[in-house]
């Protein structure tokens, strides 16, 4: 703001008003029948919101940023007994004590031997979603693509960025044939070579790509502080937090 010479006239309180904008991606079941669609239609939190948004394609990643899928809960009743790790030195003896739905077994007990994972995740908010996407391998990391919403999270396993990750609602398709990749390596093209071109930190974080694109079945749940995903396919398990850091892989 531009200072102005002299004594400024009184002047009435200016109302603002702060427009809340929720982004929000639909979870389809890979066979959803009606009742499954009514029940992703009515499972969002909603925030009010002046303006209703409508996701666009963007290249642009965000660290961080969690816009998927939220579902009703109506998973099975998960015992305690899943939670009842041995305790290790300087580990918090009591994980998630309040819970009221628990971490999905089919993640393992890898990530919870972590101690700075389970504090950072906090208690889940749904049960496990399953669907199908597309993986791709880097020199330092890995991206994942979900089919049904088009969300990709590109991770840095290794390197200077290792322990963060890049997340993004849609990304433009580039097939980036300007580009030649050091031998025995690949450009990335399509949704990840969108985000690879566009994004530099994660151009920078990952490399190239060791492999081509590979369909591969995916799991993850949500938590009040972030994600544990599943790579089916390799049986690998991340713990992606809200604040950009990733931590993993950890094996089933």
Do not use: H
Not at 8 to 25: C, F
Not at 148 to 167: K, L, N, Q, V
Not at 179 to 207: E, H, K, M, S
Not at 234 to 242: E, N
Request: charged residues 15%.
């Amino acid at each position: 703001m531009a200072c102005q010479p002299g004594t400024p006239a009184a002047s009435a309180p200016t109302e603002i008003v702060l427009e809340v904008k929720q982004l929000a991606t639909v979870y389809i079941s890979p066979t959803p029948g009606e009742v499954e669609l009514q029940a992703t239609r009515r499972a969002f939190t909603a925030t009010p919101s002046a303006i209703p948004a409508t996701p666009t394609p963007t290249a642009t990643a965000y660290v961080g940023i969690f816009l998927g899928e939220v579902q009703a809960d109506e998973g099975p009743a998960l015992g305690p007994e899943l939670l009842q790790a041995p305790p290790t030195p300087n580990r918090v003896a009591t994980q998630l004590p309040t819970c009221q739905t628990l971490p999905d077994a089919v993640f393992g007990t890898g990530w919870s031997a972590d101690p700075a994972v389970p504090g950072a995740l906090g208690c889940p908010v749904q049960s496990v979603a399953q669907f199908r996407g597309v993986t791709q391998v880097f020199e330092r990391g890995v991206m994942y693509w979900r089919g049904d919403t088009g969300e990709i999270w590109a991770i840095a396993s290794s390197g200077p960025a290792a322990g963060r990750y890049w997340y993004v609602t849609q990304s433009a398709e580039v097939m980036n044939e300007d580009i030649q990749p050091p031998g025995g390596l690949r450009v990335p093209v399509r949704g990840f070579g969108g985000v690879w071109r566009n994004t530099p930190d994660v151009r920078d974080a990952l490399g190239f790509a060791r492999t081509d694109e590979q369909e591969v079945a995916m799991q993850s749940q949500r938590f009040d502080g972030g994600l544990l995903f599943l790579d089916g396919g390799a049986g690998l398990v991340f713990a992606l937090v809200v604040d950009g850091s990733a931590y993993g892989p950890f094996p089933l």
